[in-house]
């Protein structure tokens, strides 16, 4: 509101700094303009942000962190099934914030403004298997309220929750579902770096939803751990579909976006060493004009990764980064050398 930066903002300035988007500028961009109210709503807020008329017409509600997910870019903070591995490591188990759950208030609230509302965003945690999320969608689903949109982000493990359907049972009678699915590597690769997935059953569930014409696109996680599979990623949107190159496109096509992680700061790709970040270079560079061969395209894959990449690594980093690796192979009884032999190969 004041044009101003702010400190808190930092992971999405960092990921502007790169040449990716981010949630603030997604916001800007999108959500401001497909809000009437707005500049109303800034007119009645006070200076210490406060505002006494309320009419939630979008909502943004991480009822908890309960996950079945234990992403290794991940920590208990966001999912519960991280909290005993959390707490063989040693590490720093937050006692408020995600832990404290006070969905039946959030969810008596939402019904208060059910007529009100014209976007809800579910996040987590993991919102499908959460009980408040269902409880939402036969709510609105009563009052015939299929205008609302419906956006959300999700690790697609599953689309049926106590013996509903997602796509049948609610997606199919709504407008505008947007749904924004996390995907870090393929295979086995995947269910190493995602712990908690099942490989066989999330591909069934992409390609349901890309079968069934959603409005689905992708988040991934760039971080030491896949930035030398990203290529494989690409691969597979184009086998299932979801991608379709063509030398008519001026960019590249808006079905995935690029996260690259800056906290933990060991994570980030920048810190690799030299010989890691060229031979990840090379491949992503190889992969890449092989692309614009192959379908006549102008555009580029992976700018953005390229840029994280160039920028200046702190070696002790990359060392923290193998040991807290080799810690949770030992832990989850997994093997970085068996599955990310490209990665592992600079381990020694
Ligand atoms: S699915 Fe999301 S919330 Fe769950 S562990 Fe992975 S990154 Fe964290």
């Known amino acids: 509101m004041t044009e101003k930066g702010d400190a808190r903002c930092e992971i999405c300035y960092r990921n502007e700094a790169v040449g990716g988007g981010s949630f603030r500028t997604n916001v800007e961009n999108n959500m401001v303009k497909s809000f009437s109210r707005v500049g109303e709503v800034i007119q009645s807020t006070q200076a210490d942000g406060s505002c ?13 962190n309960y996950c079945n997910f234990k992403c290794r870019t991940c920590n208990p903070s966001y999912s519960t099934s991280w909290l005993e591995d959390a707490k063989a490591m040693g590490q720093y188990i937050p006692d408020q914030g995600g832990w404290k759950n006070n969905s039946e208030g959030r969810v008596k609230l939402i019904e208060s403004y059910a007529d009100k509302v014209k976007e809800i965003y579910f996040a987590g945690g993991e919102p499908l298997i959460m009980e408040e999320h269902l409880k939402v969608l036969n709510l609105l689903k009563d009052k015939k309220r299929f205008d609302v949109k419906l956006r959300y982000n999700s690790n697609l493990s599953t689309l049926n ?3 509903n359907d997602f796509v049948n049972d609610f ?26 997935t099942n490989w066989t059953q999330l591909d069934r569930n992409i390609r349901r939803l890309v079968d069934g014409k959603f409005n689905l696109n992708f988040n991934i996680t760039v971080s030491s751990l896949n930035v030398f599979y990203l290529d494989e990623i690409v691969e597979y949107f184009i086998s299932v579909g979801h991608i379709k190159p063509n030398k008519h496109e001026p960019h590249r096509s808006y079905g995935f976006i690029y996260n690259v992680v800056h906290f933990p700061e060991f994570y980030r790709v920048e810190h690799m060493p030299d010989a890691a970040k060229k031979f990840c270079y090379n491949k992503l560079k190889t992969y890449e004009e092989s692309f614009q061969k192959r379908f006549e395209v102008k555009y580029t894959l992976f700018d953005e990764v390229f840029n994280a990449l160039n920028a200046k690594s702190n070696p002790a980093m990359f060392e923290d980064f193998k040991l807290y690796t080799i810690q949770l192979d030992k832990l989850r009884a997994e093997s970085v050398s068996k599955t990310l032999p490209e990665l592992s190969q600079f381990f020694d």
């Open 52 to 64: 006494e008329e309320v009419n939630l017409e979008y909502w943004d509600f991480r009822f908890s």
């Open 161 to 163: 929750f106590k013996g």
């Open 171 to 196: 997606w199919k009678q709504f407008k505008d579902v947007v749904i924004s699915g996390s995907l870090d590597a393929v295979g086995e690769k995947s269910e190493y770096i995602r712990s908690g």
